[in-house]
Nanobody, 123 residues
Framework: VQLQASGGGLVQAGGSLRLSCAASGRTFSYNDNVMGWFRQDLGKEREFVAR????????YYGDSVKGRFTISRDNAKKTVDLQMNSLRPEDTAVYYCAAGSRWSTNWSSYSYWGQGTLVTVSS
């Protein structure tokens, strides 16, 4: 199973970025998995950002990104995206996509992880 995240970069505060994560693997049943995004800044704990149900019908966001970020998925393409608007310097972190079988905000509930993509928001 491989999750490949992309789309990170440097953006000014108030700007937008769109992260994408593509899943692959013959034994991986993408459509059966909850997909999530987490982030981690240097010296800080991994933080839940957003998750989306296997069908895409339900979403849930961390309080710090609610109203600014939107998670979506395309089960035909096996991708999950994170649209990030109104970015703030405190959003700076490495962003990870993850897949799991449980509807959870806890990173330990996710079995598969991408390599991470760096988002830097300048003030």
């Amino acid at each position: 199973v491989q999750l490949q995240a992309s789309g990170g970069g440097l953006v000014q505060a108030g700007g937008s970025l769109r992260l994408s994560c593509a899943a692959s693997g013959r034994t991986f049943s993408y459509n059966d998995n909850v997909m999530g995004w987490f982030r981690q800044d240097l010296g800080k704990e991994r933080e839940f950002v957003a998750r989306i149900s296997s069908s895409g019908g339900s979403t849930y966001y961390g309080d710090s990104v609610k109203g600014r970020f939107t998670i979506s998925r395309d089960n035909a393409k096996k991708t999950v995206d994170l649209q990030m608007n109104s970015l703030r310097p405190e959003d700076t972190a490495v962003y990870y996509c993850a897949a799991g079988s449980r509807w959870s905000t806890n990173w330990s509930s996710y079995s598969y992880w991408g390599q991470g993509t760096l988002v830097t928001v300048s003030s």
